[in-house]
């Protein structure tokens, strides 16, 4: 059990040969953020998810909110992702047209390239605007992985950090994850990331760089061997936003057409 005690105090002069008597008050319990607001005293800054505290804190709100309904955080966590991706999706959907439109500008790309591989400068120039007559942002297609990442670095504080997921199963096979906190000890969860990670990037169009169609590719991999030791919560929520990832980009390739 880990035991945190730490007390500040403002500097009090104390005449020599007199007495000063201090009143102090101690909290003595779970490190839970619904208990330390009802403690009062400003406890629950106690609960510190460091540099995303601003960010960690409404969705582990969030995540209590949907637990105190359905009572399972291994549920709470898919419907966070739900919602998240349903928020995300006009930029998903953005994207998706950017990295359209780059694919059909390809032939005036290369013809670029090819006449100014000598002159990096004019052909950066040249490429830029391209990109600015067809309005297209080459980097659009990293839009909604980008605002991944603040997510990814809270629910991974907050699965370290919140008593709440400590030591709470999920049982949706059995007892196959005993520990959200912990690691998949089968590691499971993180290979099904890793595929279905895979097949959204095969269905994701890409622009026409082979070196990031490669990096691309190749992400997948690295993270999945990343992710076999993280919090089997935080798999989850990945897993699940591939797996949603994967239908949103069916969707918009049936019916969006650029």
Same mark, same amino acid.
């Given at each position: 059990?880990? @035991?945190?005690?730490?007390?500040?105090?403002?500097?009090?002069?104390?005449?020599?040969?007199?007495?000063?008597?201090?009143?102090?008050?101690?909290?003595?319990g779970?490190?839970?953020?619904?208990?330390?607001?009802?403690?009062?005293?400003?406890?629950?800054?106690?609960?510190?998810?460091? $540099?995303?505290?601003?960010?960690?804190?409404?969705?582990?709100?969030?995540?209590?909110?949907?637990?105190? *309904?359905?009572?399972?955080?291994?549920?709470?966590?898919?419907?966070?992702?739900?919602?998240?991706?349903l928020?995300?999706?006009?930029?998903?959907?953005?994207?998706?047209?950017?990295?359209?439109?780059?694919?059909?500008?390809?032939?005036?790309?290369k013809?670029?390239?090819?006449? *100014?591989?000598?002159?990096?400068?004019?052909?950066n120039q040249?490429?830029m605007?391209?990109?600015?007559?067809?309005? @297209?942002?080459?980097?659009?297609?990293?839009? =909604?992985?980008?605002l991944?990442?603040?997510?990814?670095?809270?629910?991974?504080?907050?699965?370290?950090?919140?008593?709440?997921?400590?030591?709470?199963? $999920?049982h949706?096979?059995?007892?196959?994850?005993?520990?959200l906190?912990?690691?998949?000890?089968? *590691?499971?969860?993180?290979?099904?990331?890793?595929?279905?990670?895979?097949?959204?990037?095969?269905?994701? =169009?890409?622009?026409?760089?082979?070196?990031?169609?490669?990096?691309?590719?190749?992400?997948? @991999?690295? $993270?999945?061997?990343?992710?076999?030791? $993280?919090?089997?919560?935080?798999?989850?929520?990945?897993?699940v936003?591939?797996?949603?990832?994967?239908?949103?980009?069916? *969707?918009?390739?049936? @019916?969006?057409?650029?």
């Open positions: 059990m880990d @035991v945190d005690l730490s007390y500040g105090l403002s500097e009090i002069a104390i005449p020599a040969g007199s007495k000063q008597s201090l009143d102090m008050l101690f909290y003595i779970p490190k839970e953020l619904k208990t330390l607001k009802l403690a009062g005293y400003d406890l629950n800054k106690a609960l510190d998810f460091g $540099f995303f505290d601003f960010f960690a804190k409404p969705m582990l709100i969030s995540l209590n909110w949907i637990n105190s *309904y359905i009572h399972s955080y291994g549920w709470s966590i898919i419907i966070l992702t739900v919602t998240i991706k928020l995300l999706y006009p930029l998903s959907l953005k994207s998706f047209k950017s990295m359209k439109e780059l694919q059909k500008i390809q032939p005036l790309m013809e670029i390239q090819a006449k *100014y591989k000598d002159d990096k400068s004019r052909l040249e490429l605007k391209l990109y600015s007559e067809h309005k @297209v942002n080459p980097m659009g297609g990293c839009l =909604p992985m980008l991944q990442i603040p997510i990814l670095f809270a629910l991974y504080r907050i699965f370290l950090s919140a008593i709440e997921l400590r030591h709470t199963p $999920f949706i096979v059995g007892t196959w994850l005993p520990d906190s912990a690691k998949d000890p089968y *590691y499971i969860t993180p290979i099904l990331m890793g595929l279905s990670w895979f097949i959204q990037q095969k269905m994701t =169009p890409m622009g026409g760089d082979p070196a990031q169609q490669k990096m691309m590719l190749f992400m997948p @991999v690295i $993270f999945t061997i990343f992710f076999l030791n $993280f919090p089997s919560g935080l798999v989850i929520y990945w897993l936003s591939n797996v949603l990832s994967i239908a949103q980009q069916a *969707y918009i390739n049936r @019916v969006h057409t650029i």
